[in-house]
């Protein structure tokens, strides 16, 4: 079982940043890849970002692209997302997960997901 916590959200004027942050529970985080998902209200859950479990391959949706960076610590068992250029339509709330491999993160078939955190960005 792994668990993950999602930390940093808040409320940001357009063109602001924010870091996301998602400790998970155990040594074995390596072993995984993450993936940052977001969903607005009554909207469908959306791929943002996923990275491989050493960091050598990173994959983000067209939308984030040039604005978005995620990256990983596997010494602190933490994955981020770097949200620059925030625009109104990235307001959602921001979770991450874990699986086995990419394929299923960008399948959207993560064996972890954790609760998110809520960004919100202000025109």
């Known amino acids: 079982q792994v668990q993950l916590v999602e930390s940093g959200g808040g409320l940001v004027q357009a063109g602001g940043s924010l870091r996301l942050s998602c400790a998970a529970s155990?040594?074995?985080?390596?072993?995984?890849?993450m993936g940052w998902f977001r969903q607005a209200p009554g909207k469908e859950r959306e791929f943002v970002a996923a990275?491989?479990?050493?960091?050598?391959?990173?994959y983000y949706v067209d939308s984030v692209k040039g604005r978005f960076t995620i990256s990983r610590d596997n010494a602190k068992n933490t994955v981020y997302l770097q949200m620059n250029s925030l625009k109104p339509q990235d307001t959602a709330a921001y979770s991450c997960?874990?699986?086995?491999?990419?394929?299923?993160?960008?399948?959207?078939?993560?064996?972890?997901w954790g609760q998110g955190t809520q960004v919100t960005v202000s025109s």
């Open positions: 997960a874990a699986a086995p491999n990419l394929a299923q993160i960008l399948s959207h078939e993560a064996n972890y």
């Open positions: 990275i491989s479990f050493n960091g050598g391959s990173t």
């Open positions: 155990r040594r074995t985080f390596s072993n995984y890849a």
